[in-house]
């Protein structure tokens, strides 16, 4: 099949890679040269405009900045598709821009689907998550994209149009208490009673993640990091975030359901980026880096 992916970064790349080795035909579109480039080394026919990958694939991912950037890509698509064609937004945008541009397609007789996508920089090489709303017809006709792209049995349809960025958007607020538990608790080993004898967490998250109830992935990634560096005096404790936790804190609060740990990790990453963090801010930093690829600010110790 052929398939166009317009938005060829970590992600972007992840998936037309994923698609390629598949078995199908992928053409791609990214403004910038370094993320072309990569694009042919994973197989891409890279397209020289978006209008020229409307007109190869019936099928189109969008991996592009959430907010205006997607409006504009539809809208330049728009001319160039034919009735029927699919556009799958796989990026983080907000629930209700999907629902409204799935409504938007529909008056053109075409189908939008929102791709709740989860899995970060390790998603090329094991899958990724994928959350699908919007028309289930449409779903079912591009399961097989859909499998090629996900992690073994991480895939699936949870709803209407809206519903896959919505319950990403909820996956995220999760993530971010997590991740806020997780650099808690190094600290409190690394700063408190046994401060003096220095705790190995290295050896600590080596046998937690055999066993324990609270092994997971990140907690994985937890251990790797620590084989690396367990001080991370050079680290930054500045976290950045993306806005799907906030989504989240305003959903819950339009519904009136408490949600203190979510709102909890999101003042101490506002008190983050006011401070420089803490301990356990670091921690999260480098959970991020480690999962996502986001970038790491570095200190100077000297």
């Known amino acids: 099949m052929n398939v166009g992916v317009i938005g060829l970064g970590k992600m972007g790349n992840a998936i037309a890679y994923r698609l390629a080795q598949a078995g199908h035909t992928v053409y791609g579109f990214d ?71 799935a409504e938007k397609l529909q008056t053109h007789n075409m189908i939008f689907l929102d791709c709740g996508t989860s899995g970060g920089v390790h998603g090329r090489t094991h899958g990724f998550s994928l959350m699908i709303g919007g028309d289930k017809a449409a779903y079912d006709a591009i399961s097989p994209l859909c499998n090629a792209v996900a992690a073994p049995d991480g895939v699936g349809y949870v709803g209407p149009s809206g519903a896959g960025h919505y319950v990403k958007m909820i996956h995220n607020g999760i993530e971010y208490g997590i991740l806020q538990a997780y650099g808690e608790g190094f600290q ?81 990453r ?15 930093q480098m959970l991020r880096h480690a999962f996502g690829g986001h970038p790491i600010k570095r200190i100077n110790k000297d």
């Open 188 to 268: 409190i080993m690394r700063e408190g009673s046994f401060e003096e004898q220095k705790l190995d967490l290295e050896e600590i998250t080596r046998i937690w993640s055999h066993g324990s109830v609270i092994r997971s992935f990140l907690l994985d990634l937890a251990h790797g990091v620590f084989k690396d560096d367990q001080a991370l005096t050079t680290v930054s404790g500045e976290i950045k975030e993306g806005g799907t936790g906030k989504w989240t804190l305003e959903e819950a609060r339009s519904h009136n359901i408490p949600v203190p740990v979510l709102d909890a990790s999101l003042r101490v």
């Open 31 to 101: 403004p910038y040269d370094e993320a072309k480039l990569e694009a042919e080394k994973a197989g891409v026919i890279v397209a020289a405009s978006v209008a020229d990958v409307a007109q190869q694939a019936r099928v189109i991912w969008l991996l592009v900045p959430a907010g205006e950037v997607v409006d504009n890509v539809i809208t330049e698509l728009l001319p160039h598709l034919q009735e029927g064609d699919i556009i799958i937004d796989a990026g983080n945008s907000k629930y209700t821009d999907s629902m409204r541009r």
């Open 270 to 284: 506002a008190w983050s980026r006011d401070t420089g963090g803490n301990y356990a801010t670091k921690v999260v």
